[in-house]
């Protein structure tokens, strides 16, 4: 890649006209945005060991069910309820049916990572594209959408999951829309302020000046100047709306069997909690790790992608 | 002051309305009515009790109708529970519900912002790291296992504190312990979170180094310099943490069996008590815009910049 290629805080060198008769210098290999949040993601431990076990958590979640030796909806009669054990590579133990908990947890697992990927990608799309046209617009449809976004932004969103789970029934398509289409108004905050700072930004001006196209300023200024913050709440997001479903899970209004997902798990388990405690531990540990690994990577992505917030 | 009181007041119309038309449409568009039971009702009298609650009128009349009524301060009768109102439910399940949440509230609010200073004065020391890593663990502990952990550790094994049985007329303090600490977690976490960096920020200010500068002695300078401007964060994260203990609230009254709001709302939403449901989503909607007004108007008391 060359300099020309990177997407960086001032304009292009292409665009400023060089001295006549000054030899150019050979194109230096630069450095742009994204190499250097790499190179600063790095030196972050904690994020990069977070990377790894998230990405170990993925690898299991969609293999998983597919290696382990038993299924999960696979009903041993003849063991119910057992505690984790070696004997029969019931790892995790079995649940009141009779169903592995080590297939279990993984599918699980699998359906709350979805959910959370999904329902974040749900509310990035809205909200990027709202926040970027009332941003981008100014006057006074930036006044009314957000106005809009203010006067959604004080509605209990809970309430509002829980009507529309009622009305629609619960199937995990609709948790997609519901959670994602409440959770888009802090993208559009986030997405519409960067879009007036940047229109603002000499760097755009210049480019604008040496005569860059509309489309090329979108793609190599705005866009990648904007993608930075989009980013790292999309990471902070998914953990909020895995969260989500849990509580939605524990209210009866989850996703629906034959599907499970971590907080369908953890509050079956809780009505055995006295008797079979590890129907409740592992898929609480498992969401557990899995909230901390997200909520590090993205600490980390911030710390990486806008240093200035440090 | 009264011009903004006066602006939000102008705001909390619409957004009211919104409130209302949404949850009043969303829940008439669920299948299934208030009168379907096991027990099969005679057609004709089905028809009466409908024409009774105005429920065979047109949903947008019924509508119009609702709106006459709640201007009025009337939230009607339930459809469910035979000769109650929603006003009665509701204030059946409100003390209950409004106890545990102001309590988790306060105890959210004072060991946050105090673990977020003790931790930003003592930045990259080993107690500052202590603080944050129990901070993050409550970030990422979901109160729904939290909840029952709790209760199988010092309910069940131990047997030190009831794990459910909070009554409406007595709140006992080893009742509330378990809920309102589970509610209280997650936002002690983010709270102390967002107080370190905030105080931490403030020490490095210009306006503590010359406080420093004049000799103001160092307790001085943390209490009347940098805490003031720091809890600013805090006061502008109000209205989310409100709302994070009430969607909180939900699961807590469900894991501890607390006779609250949030088990009501649910199972109204789910036996389709259309006025029940609606009663709660006002009741809630108004309180988080009335917090939000109150947290607004802290801020300009306590941030000269934003007074205009």
């Known amino acids: ?87 029969n590579a019931h790892w995790f133990g079995t649940d009141a049916q009779g169903r592995d ?35 981008y617009l100014g006057g006074w449809v930036d006044n009314v959408m957000m106005r809009i976004v203010d006067v959604i932004y004080t509605v209990p969103f809970i309430f509002f999951v829980i009507i529309l789970m009622v009305t629609f029934g619960s199937n995990i398509f609709l948790i ?135 | ?84 109102s929603v006003a009665d439910i509701i204030a059946e399940g409100l003390p209950t519900s409004a106890v545990i949440g102001l309590t988790s509230m306060i105890v959210a609010l004072g060991l946050g912002v105090a673990l977020g200073v003790a931790a930003a004065l003592r930045q990259n020391m080993p107690q500052d790291y202590v603080v944050m890593g129990l901070a993050l663990i409550g970030v990422c502990v979901p109160p729904l296992v939290m909840g029952p952990l709790l209760s199988l550790v010092f309910g069940v094994q131990l047997a030190w504190l009831p794990t459910s049985g909070l009554s409406r007329d007595q709140y006992s303090f080893r009742h509330l312990l378990l809920p309102v600490i589970t509610l209280a977690l997650p936002q002690i976490a983010i709270i102390s979170r967002l107080m370190r960096a905030s105080m931490i920020e403030a020490m490095r200010s210009n306006a503590v180094r010359t406080a420093r500068a004049k000799g103001v002695p160092e307790a001085g300078v943390v209490w009347r310099h940098a805490l003031p401007v720091a809890i600013l964060p805090i006061v502008s994260y109000l209205g989310p943490a409100i709302a994070g203990v009430l969607t909180g609230s939900f699961v807590i009254e469900s894991v501890f069996q607390l006779p609250g709001l949030g088990r009501q709302f649910i199972t109204g939403a789910l036996t389709r008590d259309y006025t029940l449901v609606m009663g709660v989503v006002i009741l809630y909607a108004g309180l988080i815009l009335l917090l939000n007004l109150l947290a607004d108007l802290l801020y300009r008391a306590l941030d000269p910049r934003v007074r205009t």
């Open chain 1, 176 to 310: 997609f829309v519901a959670i994602g289409a409440v959770e888009w108004l802090t993208m559009a905050r986030i997405v519409r302020g960067q879009a007036i700072t940047l229109k603002h930004k000499e760097f755009i001006e210049a480019a604008r000046a040496s005569g860059a196209s509309s489309w090329r300023i979108i793609t190599r200024h705005i866009a990648p100047n904007v993608l930075g913050a989009v980013i790292v709440y999309a990471t902070l997001n998914i953990p909020v709306v895995i969260l989500a479903e849990s509580f939605l899970s524990f209210l009866g209004l989850g996703v629906q069997e034959p599907l499970t997902s971590l907080g369908q798990l953890i509050s079956g388990g809780s009505k055995y909690m006295d008797r079979a405690p590890w129907l409740l531990i592992w898929p609480g540990a498992t969401m557990f790790v899995t909230l901390l690994c997200l909520n590090f990577l993205g600490d980390g992505l911030r710390d990486a992608l806008d240093p200035k917030e440090r």
């Open chain 1, 101 to 135: 908990m080590v297939a279990r947890v993984l599918f699980g697992l699998g359906i709350s990572l979805m959910v959370g990927v999904v329902a974040t990608f749900v509310s990035l799309v809205i909200g990027v594209l709202w926040g970027a046209t009332a941003g």
């Open chain 1, 1 to 87: 890649m060359s300099a020309e290629d990177a997407p960086i805080l001032i304009a292009p060198p292409g665009e400023i006209a060089a001295p006549a008769n000054e030899q150019i210098p050979a194109p230096v290999k630069g450095r742009s945005l994204w190499d250097d949040a790499a190179r600063r993601l790095k030196r972050n431990p904690a994020a990069m060991i977070s990377l790894v076990v998230l990405g170990v958590l993925v690898l299991l979640a969609l293999l998983g069910p597919l290696l382990w030796v038993h299924n999960v909806d696979t009903i041993y009669r003849d063991r119910v309820a057992i505690a984790p054990t070696w004997a």
């Open chain 2, 1 to 84: 002051m009264t011009a903004l009181v006066l602006r939000r007041l102008l705001v909390a119309i619409p957004t009211m309305f919104f409130v209302i038309a949404a949850a009043f449409f969303l829940m008439r568009a669920a299948p299934g009515g208030p009168f379907d039971s096991e027990r099969q009702l005679a057609p004709e009298i089905e028809q009466r009790v409908k024409a009774a609650y105005d429920l065979d009128k047109p949903v947008t009349v019924q509508f119009g109708l609702y709106l006459q009524k709640i201007v009025t301060g009337d939230l009607g009768p339930s459809l469910k529970y035979k000769d109650k």
